[in-house]
């Protein structure tokens, strides 16, 4: 391998590892503060994406759809609870809420000549389509079982992959989709040459990073949701909703997904089903770190970007097999290393 | 939070702040607590006392919402608080300090006590900024391990940590669970005191306590708690002379025991 290929497979890994490490940081959110293996995080990348290109196609993106059904099927979940607890004031602000922020989404996407805006309207709009499911994916299939075992809340995650890929074939077709670079200049950095594009997907996975340390580091629900990660009983009892802080992380979780979707799209098509295998790559990432460690699940996921670009290189057609039997090494490693995952407070 | 609950169904008392009324409680199939009556009067101390495995733990937890009662009610200042979620007690102004203290034990003792007032979130920054000023003034030594991880602090400092967490959120009425256990006896004194000092500002205090005879010393109320059920109430001092309580909970045996 001379190394002029060693560094541009180098910097494919270094791309795709930066969209893994985003990925594996979604995922060991949504693990600590709830204890859900979230498999479905992939399906917000290709949401992400594919309702991005569809903005940009100048076609109403079936997302809007797909978020007034799961807001209204929470609007009945939420009033079944409040009719049992005998109660409703908060439930019709929030009733109200939810009708407007609809509201206003129609009128722009029916309104409004958004195919010719530029990236950076379109992009908030496509996140403010997406990024809402998130919440109500949680409010639906995780927050009734807020107690159950980790086993049952996995089970719960593959029935809603499957069910968000099935809505993601239904309101998004089987085609697949490519966005509007953000810029096709190349650059020359000394004997390679990169593409402005994936010189974009590092830059802003790095801003994205910082800005959520800045949020578990300095702001109180930052740290709110560091501290139900921690503690469950001491959060409970310093006033933290149970409810909120699931409610954030997978908010967090669906904007940190939407937007490796959009950072991708314009170098990969993307499929109603592509961010399975993203999440997955994730995940191994996340694993590396027990699903606990932040800064692990980020180089680990990085490694399993560069292993997988050397892989395409060497073995393509065993690309992927070899990622994924990166787990066996590692779950041996870490049963080594940790006692029970478990309970680690 | 349920516009139920927030019906007031006893009118609320001039003199009483929380009460318990008819409570039981069940894990499974076995009954912790049975038909159990207990006031906090507003500014005071109500200690309870019992042995191990009586069920004092639970009666905190269920009064604070952390386990779901299966009978019985309870009100806190004429509003009917049984089944609400903690996060609605501890936004009327209920906060319980655990037996176990649940720190966050990989935070700053900062961060743990600015959590605290998390309830207060909307509160300006400046009231809590206040609030935190309060506290150290309280707990001198908080302040000076304010950068600390609390899982690094020793038993003493924890519960100040835990006390000082409860009081963030500016509350009316505090559970406090063992706040002696595992301490040395200065530390237990300086605890105490603070209990005391709290009632001297308005705040009410139900005390639960191994330690009797601190208990016993500080509290107006008393209630003796056996096998789920009160066996024994009236005030601090009436408890204290009971010939059954002396010989059982301030017996010989545990006269080397600190007092305040
Ligand atoms: N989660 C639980 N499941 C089943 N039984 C429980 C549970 N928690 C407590 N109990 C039982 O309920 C009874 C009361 O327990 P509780 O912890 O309230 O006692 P306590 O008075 O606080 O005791 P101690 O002084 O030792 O702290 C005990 O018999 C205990 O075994
Ligand atoms: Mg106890």
Redesign the pocket.
């Known amino acids: 391998m001379s190394i002029d290929i060693a560094l541009l497979l180098g910097q494919d890994g270094v791309v795709n590892g930066a969209i893994y490490a985003l990925l594996a940081l979604a995922l060991v959110l949504v693990f600590s503060v709830t204890r859900v293996i979230f498999i479905p995080q992939g399906e917000f990348v290709a949401y992400g994406g594919l309702t991005l290109a569809a903005l940009q196609e100048g076609r109403g993106p079936g997302t809007f759809w797909l978020l007034c059904a799961v807001r209204v099927a929470v609007a009945l979940a939420d009033g079944i609870a409040a009719l049992r607890a005998g109660s409703g004031r908060s439930l019709r602000w929030a009733l109200a809420g939810d009708l407007g922020y609809l509201t206003l989404l129609a009128a722009v996407l029916y309104l409004a000549p958004f195919a010719s805006w530029p990236a950076w309207v379109q992009i908030p709009l496509a996140l403010a389509l997406v990024v809402p499911l998130g919440p109500a994916v949680y409010r639906l299939a995780y927050q009734p079982l807020a107690g159950a075992s980790i086993l049952v809340l996995l089970i719960v995650s593959v029935a809603v992959h499957v069910a968000l890929v099935s809505l993601g074939l239904l309101f998004f077709g089987a085609e697949g989709s490519q966005t509007r670079a953000f810029s096709d200049a190349r650059l020359e950095l000394g004997r390679v040459e990169v593409g402005a594009q994936a010189l974009c997907v590092v830059l802003f996975s790095v801003a994205l990073m910082a800005a959520l340390h800045a949020f578990f580091e300095r702001t109180s629900y930052g740290k709110a949701l560091r501290a139900s990660a921690m503690n469950r009983v001491g959060a409970r009892l310093v006033g933290i909703p149970v409810g909120l802080s699931g409610r954030l992380s997978f908010a967090l979780a669906a904007l940190i997904g939407a937007l490796s979707g959009i950072l991708i799209a314009p170098i990969t098509t993307l499929y109603y089903d592509t961010g399975f295998l993203m999440g997955l790559k994730g995940f191994v990432g996340a694993i590396i770190g027990g699903l606990a460690s932040y800064p692990v699940a980020v180089g680990g996921a990085l490694l399993v970007g560069l292993i997988e670009a050397l892989a395409s290189f060497w073995a393509s057609a065993y690309k992927e097999v070899i990622v994924f039997a990166l787990v066996v090494p590692v779950l041996v490693w870490r049963s080594l290393r940790t006692h029970h995952l478990e309970d680690d407070e | 939070m349920s516009e139920h609950a927030e019906q007031r169904t006893t009118s609320p008392s001039a003199e009483i702040l929380l009460e318990v009324h008819g409570l039981g409680v069940r ?2 199939k ?1 009954e ?1 607590l049975r038909d159990v009556h207990i006031r906090v009067g507003r500014g005071r101390i109500a200690a309870v006392i ?1 042995p ?7 009666l905190l937890s269920a009064i604070a919402g952390l386990l779901p009662c299966a009978a019985g009610q309870v009100w806190l200042d004429g509003v009917q608080i049984a089944g609400a979620a903690v996060e609605d007690n501890v936004a009327r102004g209920l906060s319980l300090v655990p ?1 176990t203290r649940e720190l966050f034990a990989r935070m700053t003792v900062q961060d743990n006590l600015e959590l605290g007032a998390f309830s207060l979130r909307r509160a300006g920054r400046r009231e809590r900024d206040a609030l935190l000023a309060e506290a150290f003034r309280i707990f001198p030594r908080l302040e000076e391990r304010r950068d600390q991880l609390a899982g690094t602090l020793s038993g003493g400092e924890r519960q100040m940590l835990a006390l000082g967490r409860a009081l963030m959120s500016r509350p009316r009425l505090l559970l406090l669970d ?1 706040p002696s256990l595992g301490l040395a006896p200065l530390i237990v004194r300086e605890i105490f005191q603070v209990v005391v000092g709290l009632r001297r500002r308005g705040v009410s205090v139900l005390l639960v306590e ?1 330690n009797a005879r601190a208990a016993l010393q500080i509290a107006d109320d008393a209630y003796l708690l056996e096998t789920g059920e009160v066996s024994l109430a009236g005030t601090a001092q009436a408890l204290a002379s009971d010939p059954r309580v002396i010989e059982s909970y301030l017996g010989l045996g545990r006269r080397g025991d600190p007092g305040v």
């Open positions: 894990y499974g076995v912790a019992g191990n495995g009586a069920g004092k733990t639970t037996e063992e191994q």
